[in-house]
């Protein structure tokens, strides 16, 4: 992602969502200037944690971004962020609002090709007749194909001028505690899903997903082939 955002040393990034601050620490060390949010205090803190201090952090989400003035940075990074707001496209206007004229964004989502253990996860919820969290789906009004077609063309209607847009894979390995912490985060429709089920249903879901990703845990490890999108665009 920092590679596609074109900044040199010395430029103002902005990383939105920032989670554990990997990506902004990233970003520190190629001698950027960086500010992080993220409307989570548990994810802020990590962040300063990460990036032992070196990133201004603050308490702030999209679309509003509030405290942040106009036309104040180079690039903006938002590295799964899009996919889980309310308004994607507000959530885009929101950071075409802070960036610099010519400045790019660089944002990713999960894309409708679903990843071995969420797949898994989606058919356990489903056998085990789990009922469905609330607010799983977008109004179609405010709903967005996950392709990269989709992606384009809410960056378009977001006002930006798009870039480069295409889907992207790699083999995420995680140990199953990390996947399951994930999975109870909440983050996502099938995470949401599963972390509303009792302790109960949780167990045999977990069991479940456990036979079915046999075959890609290796010395304690799961290999799993992920899949998503990746937009750049900018500012006119």
Not at 158 to 176: F, H, M, R, Y
Not at 206 to 226: F, H, M, N, Q
């Amino acid at each position: 992602m920092l590679d596609r955002a074109g900044v040199q040393p010395g430029a103002k990034l902005l990383d939105v969502g920032c989670g554990d601050g990997r990506l902004a620490k990233a970003a520190i060390n190629r001698d950027l200037s960086v500010t992080a949010c993220d409307p989570d205090p548990g994810m802020r803190a990590l962040t300063t944690a990460t990036t032992h201090g070196n990133a201004v952090v603050l308490d702030a989400g999209l679309p509003e971004l509030d405290g942040i003035g106009d036309s104040t940075f180079d690039a903006a990074v938002a590295n799964f962020v899009i996919n889980h707001l309310s308004d994607p496209r507000a959530a885009l206007r929101g950071l075409r609002r802070v960036l610099h004229r010519g400045g790019r964004i660089v944002f990713t989502i999960w894309t409708e090709i679903a990843a071995p253990h969420v797949q898994a996860l989606g058919e356990a919820l489903d056998r085990v007749g789990a009922p469905p969290a609330a607010g799983l789906r977008l109004p179609p009004d405010l709903d967005f194909p996950r392709t990269p077609e989709g992606m384009g063309g809410i960056a378009r209607t977001a006002g930006l001028c798009v870039d480069s847009v295409e889907e992207i894979t790699w083999t995420w390995q995680v140990a199953p505690d990390s996947l399951w912490t994930g999975f109870l985060a909440g983050i996502g429709s099938r995470s949401e899903r599963f972390a509303a089920q009792s302790p109960a249903t949780q167990t045999r879901v977990r069991e479940l997903v456990t036979k079915a990703l046999s075959s890609d845990l290796d010395e304690g490890v799961y290999w799993l082939p992920c899949t998503a999108g990746l937009c750049v665009a900018h500012r006119a």
